[in-house]
């Protein structure tokens, strides 16, 4: 089993900063990608950063220049420094891992999600 523990969401005013972090854990072998998605209310879920591994990361272009995505590999975390905040950035944010776990199957997993709201 692999579990995605999300922490860090909350409620920060326009311009402000929040960190949120993804723990995976669970009979993990290799963890190949790890990237943060979010839902906005009324909103399909849309991709904001991406890790590979040995890769460049990737972002949305909304977020550019103002999120940071990084990780830990020998604590499968991945974080997301998250500045400048709009209101628009506001939504449900979820982490997702590919994971090959120690039976050698390979899996996306998601977190249970964290809210982020970002007051005007």
């Known amino acids: 089993q692999v579990r995605l523990v999300e922490s860090g969401g909350g409620l920060v005013q326009a311009g402000g900063s929040l960190r949120l972090s993804c723990a995976a854990s669970?009979?993990?072998?290799?963890?190949?990608?790890m990237a943060w998605y979010r839902q906005a209310p009324g909103e399909q879920r849309e991709l904001v950063a991406l890790s590979t591994s040995g890769g460049s990361p990737n972002y949305a272009d909304s977020v550019k220049g103002r999120f940071t995505i990084s990780r830990d590999n020998a604590k499968n975390t991945v974080y997301l420094q998250m500045n400048s905040l709009k209101p628009e950035d506001t939504g449900v944010y979820y982490c997702?891992?590919?994971?090959?776990?120690?039976?050698?199957?390979?899996?996306?997993?998601w977190g249970q999600g964290t809210q982020v709201t970002v007051s005007s």
């Open positions: 997702n891992a590919r994971i090959i776990t120690r039976s050698m199957n390979t899996g996306d997993y």
């Open positions: 669970g009979s993990i072998f290799i963890t190949n990608h």
